[in-house]
């Protein structure tokens, strides 16, 4: 993370470490409610990671900071998995987390930039992100500001057509201040992204539609750390993407066995022993 006067970036070490901590923010908050979209949390949470605390810049302090690079979480009903890094990058206070889905929390189910701090877009109606992400790459371009704009999608928005319109726009005004990011990891409330309509080759459309694409391990941070850095570093003026394969709720090893982790119900036992499925992988 760069608050604008650094360019400090962490170890692998301690980035897994602050994954963990997204993980169990998130598992703390879903037990809260009993139930939750906490498998895209628990399988997100490494490029989260990668994403607050190596490549963004913000200023915790002031989330309207205007040199800030804009995260956009299309997904709103991953809002559970951004709260759970907004409270790791401390632009959350953490007692907040107990208020999580409650009446009068700034912590909705879906995410709303209304309630939130941190929370730049209400990602509702799925396919929407990236074309508001162009927007806001455009008038960045245009105050000549240096300020990027990431993108977090699903691979279930690449059924949208309107994703494709806007990658085609993105590529059209040569965007290179703007990343997508794919969290693919096939799963939507009806099945297997790749069974209701398959997207593959993902990298080879993405690189057709004139994006420079990447496609990594979205669980091995190494790997994130540098498709981020080729990203950044990347010098045509394109809009950059990287898609990233992710394990629905990585890290908690008898959820991620479940055929359906769209949504969790677990019995309420079940969260603490989530919890110390999870303290038990705990890096060191």
Same mark, same amino acid.
Request: hydrophobic share 40%; glycine share 10%.
């Given at each position: 993370?760069?608050?604008?006067?650094?360019?400090?970036?962490?170890?692998?070490?301690?980035?897994?470490?602050?994954?963990?901590?997204?993980?169990?923010?998130?598992?703390?908050?879903?037990?809260?409610?009993?139930?939750?979209?906490?498998?895209?949390?628990?399988?997100?949470?490494?490029?989260?990671?990668?994403?607050?605390?190596?490549?963004?810049?913000?200023?915790?302090?002031?989330?309207?900071?205007?040199?800030?690079?804009?995260?956009?979480?299309?997904?709103?009903?991953?809002?559970?998995?951004?709260?759970?890094?907004?409270?790791?990058?401390?632009?959350?206070?953490?007692?907040?987390?107990?208020?999580?889905?409650?009446?009068?929390?700034?912590?909705?189910?879906?995410?709303?930039?209304?309630?939130?701090?941190?929370?730049?877009?209400?990602?509702?109606?799925?396919?929407?992100?990236?074309?508001?992400?162009?927007?806001?790459?455009?008038?960045?371009?245009?105050?000549?500001?240096?300020?990027?704009?990431?993108?977090?999608?699903?691979?279930?928005?690449?059924? +949208?057509?309107?994703?494709?319109?806007?990658?085609?726009?993105?590529?059209?005004?040569?965007?290179?201040?703007?990343?997508?990011?794919?969290?693919?990891?096939?799963?939507?409330?009806?099945? !297997?992204?790749?069974?209701?309509?398959?997207?593959?080759?993902?990298?080879?459309?993405?690189?057709?539609?004139?994006?420079?694409?990447?496609?990594?391990?979205?669980?091995?941070?190494?790997?994130?750390?540098?498709?981020?850095?080729?990203?950044?570093?990347?010098?045509?003026?394109? !809009?950059?993407?990287?898609?990233?394969?992710?394990?629905?709720?990585?890290?908690?090893?008898?959820?991620?066995?479940?055929?359906?982790?769209?949504?969790?119900?677990?019995?309420?036992?079940?969260?603490?022993?989530?919890? +110390?499925?999870?303290?038990?992988?705990?890096?060191?």
């Amino acid at each position: 993370m760069s608050d604008g006067t650094d360019d400090a970036r962490l170890s692998n070490v301690a980035l897994a470490k602050r994954a963990y901590n997204i993980r169990r923010n998130a598992l703390r908050m879903a037990a809260v409610q009993g139930q939750g979209y906490i498998g895209q949390a628990l399988g997100v949470a490494d490029v989260l990671a990668v994403s607050y605390f190596h490549a963004l810049r913000y200023q915790p302090v002031d989330p309207q900071w205007e040199g800030r690079d804009r995260f956009l979480l299309s997904i709103g009903h991953y809002a559970i998995a951004l709260y759970a890094a907004l409270i790791e990058a401390g632009i959350l206070p953490e007692d907040e987390l107990e208020t999580y889905g409650s009446d009068g929390s700034r912590l909705p189910m879906s995410g709303m930039a209304a309630y939130t701090p941190g929370m730049e877009i209400t990602g509702g109606s799925l396919g929407h992100g990236l074309g508001i992400g162009v927007g806001m790459a455009l008038g960045l371009k245009r105050k000549q500001s240096d300020a990027r704009v990431f993108n977090l999608l699903s691979d279930g928005e690449l059924g +949208e057509g309107s994703t494709w319109e806007a990658a085609m726009e993105a590529a059209h005004h040569r965007l290179d201040n703007l990343i997508a990011i794919v969290d693919f990891n096939n799963q939507q409330a009806d099945g !297997p992204s790749t069974r209701m309509l398959s997207a593959e080759p993902v990298q080879d459309k993405w690189a057709a539609f004139g994006w420079y694409a990447q496609r990594v391990d979205g669980n091995d941070i190494p790997a994130v750390v540098a498709a981020f850095d080729a990203a950044r570093n990347h010098t045509g003026d394109q !809009p950059r993407v990287i898609i990233c394969d992710t394990r629905m709720c990585k890290g908690v090893p008898f959820l991620e066995t479940r055929e359906v982790t769209h949504f969790v119900r677990v019995a309420p036992e079940e969260w603490d022993m989530a919890l +110390e499925a999870l303290d038990a992988g705990r890096p060191q």
